[in-house]
């Protein structure tokens, strides 16, 4: 049975060659959290006392500002990060989705980059093959994908990239969004895939700035705040405490 627990996780990054304000500011800005004033190496302390209990079937949403601690905690949880103090413990096989252009090359062609994006994800060649046909009708790129990578647009880039993503089947699935460059038709149009992906992952951790994609994808959530949980609890009731009530009027349906 799929799990993440963590029992007052933290984690710290000592920054040993920081000269200047600015330069603390820059760091602070791309992992969130706090500078420990008061240490002779500067500290951004990312994460402080996180702890979760995430069982099979959970769909949790992370929210909070840039630098909140959103993408911290789920590099947290895909251990791509240690805890500096505390633990973290992750039961089951992990597909962390942040970056959707990690793990392709822009020399070789779209087909072989679904192969070996397939394999940093985690499936095997064998899998990554069987589906290369149902992937290649969704992104509707056709004989682009006999191209080189660096001839698509940045658009393109996600279809193909969104095409890999759902099509792998996930025990725990850790998805940061970052959909935004395709057309409106085709975002609607990846958002069936992405609710199937969801349903076929034993569990999912969300972290978005939109709320109709939380609501479609998840059941409760977290409010991360200055490396901090702010709040856990039912969607429904995490939204609203950080976005107030029209962050979910009474006509929103879903998970509540």
Known sequence: MVSITTRDASVDFPIFDAKSRSLKKTVLGLVGGNIASDAKVPVIQA???????????????LVGHNGAGKSTLLRLLAGIYEPTRGSALVEGKVAPVFDLGVGMDPEISGYENILIRGLFLGMTRKQMEARVDDIAEFTELGDFLSMPLRTYSTGMRVRLALGVVTSIDPEILLLDEGI????????????????????????????????EFLRQLCTSAIWMEHGQIRQQGSLKEVLRAYKGPDAWPDEAHGAA
């Open 47 to 61: 994460l402080h006392d996180v702890t979760v209990d995430l069982q099979h079937g959970a769909r949790v949403g």
């Open 180 to 211: 935004g460059a395709v057309d409106a038709a085709f975002l609607e149009k990846a958002r069936g895939r992405l609710s199937d992906l969801v349903e076929r992952a034993g569990l999912l951790v969300f972290a978005s700035h939109s709320d």
